[in-house]
């Protein structure tokens, strides 16, 4: 298929739009655990928003990263050629993307999960045990600083992989 085509268009929009989604997805998970561990420096309830955010579940915004490299394979394959997986750019992109999911899967996205907890109980007298079944508590203040900066660093990851779409140097 010729990258002029409707339908190559078609499948980029929807890689940008992926990647936008994902890029927003992880810099707001790091401005909010920013925003909770403030919130909770204060002693007093937690505002309204940061409740809303850490209700228990899955934060599906943020998977929607998972989109952007198999609509990139999918631009390769339109691309008749044109680019390749041989181009530096497009392997940069791929290996520094591939970072940032393994680091958001492993790190920022479980370090959510025990923030849902801590805002859970954040009124209660007892400390939020571990999710990992060690019972000890956590460091509410450290898992929002770590949650904060991982999810800022990662967005920082995500802008150079799209100036390096953009630039295709």
Do not use: K
């Not at 994902?22 to 925003?35: D, E, F, H, P």
């Not at 050629?81 to 993307?97: E, K, N």
């Not at 923030?115 to 571990?130: K, N, S």
């Amino acid at each position: 298929m010729n990258t002029n085509a409707p339908g190559f268009d078609l499948v980029l929009l929807a890689h940008v739009i992926a990647a936008v989604v994902g890029l927003v997805a992880v810099v707001l998970a790091g401005v909010s655990a920013l925003a909770l561990r403030r919130a909770l420096a204060q002693d007093g309830p937690l505002p309204e928003a940061l409740e809303r955010y850490y209700r228990p579940g899955v934060n599906w915004a943020g998977r929607v990263l998972f989109l952007v490299p198999v609509l990139g394979v999918a631009l390769l394959v339109m691309s008749d050629g044109q680019w390749s997986f041989a181009d530096t750019w497009v392997s940069a992109g791929m290996a520094v993307w591939a970072i940032v999911a393994m680091v958001a899967e492993t790190v920022l996205w479980p370090a959510e999960r025990r923030l849902q907890g801590v805002v859970a109980t954040a009124g209660g007298a007892e400390p939020v045990a571990a999710a990992d079944g060690s019972g000890q508590p956590v460091d509410s203040a450290r898992l929002c600083l770590q949650a904060g900066l991982v999810g800022l660093a990662l967005g920082v990851a995500l802008v150079f992989v799209g100036i390096l779409m953009v630039a295709q140097p």
